[in-house]
Nanobody, 124 residues
Framework: QVQLVESGGGLVQAGGSLRLSCVAS????????AAWFRQFPGKEREFVGG????????YYTDSVKGRFTVSRDNTKTTLYLQMNNLKPEDTAVYSC?????????????????WGQGTQVTVSS
């Protein structure tokens, strides 16, 4: 079993940066692929980016490429999302997720474990 707790959300001006953290309980996290999703009001969860369990492979949705970076520190069982050059359209609830296995999958249905979410608001 893996429990995930996010932190680091908040209010930032357009062009600014935030770093989200997701601390996992249980060393099984270190063999899980992990990802960040976001949810806009009234919409389904959207894949943002993911990282392999080793941390050497990442994959991003097109709208965040070059601005967001997903990374992990398995010694701390922590997942990160560094968000730079934030835009008002990035405003959403961001959640971390984990799944057993080696593949980074963009579908939320593939993830077994979820955090509670943290609000990110970008003002124009």
């Amino acid at each position: 079993q893996v429990q995930l707790v996010e932190s680091g959300g908040g209010l930032v001006q357009a062009g600014g940066s935030l770093r989200l953290s997701c601390v996992a309980s249980g060393r099984v996290f270190n063999t899980n692929t992990a990802a960040w999703f976001r949810q806009f009001p009234g919409k389904e969860r959207e894949f943002v980016g993911g990282v392999s369990w080793v941390g050497t492979t990442t994959y991003y949705t097109d709208s965040v490429k070059g601005r967001f970076t997903v990374s992990r520190d398995n010694t701390k069982t922590t997942l990160y999302l560094q968000m730079n050059n934030l835009k008002p359209e990035d405003t959403a609830v961001y959640s971390c997720a984990a799944r057993p296995g080696a593949q980074i999958v963009a579908s939320s249905d593939a993830y077994n474990y979820w955090g509670q979410g943290t609000q990110v608001t970008v003002s124009s």
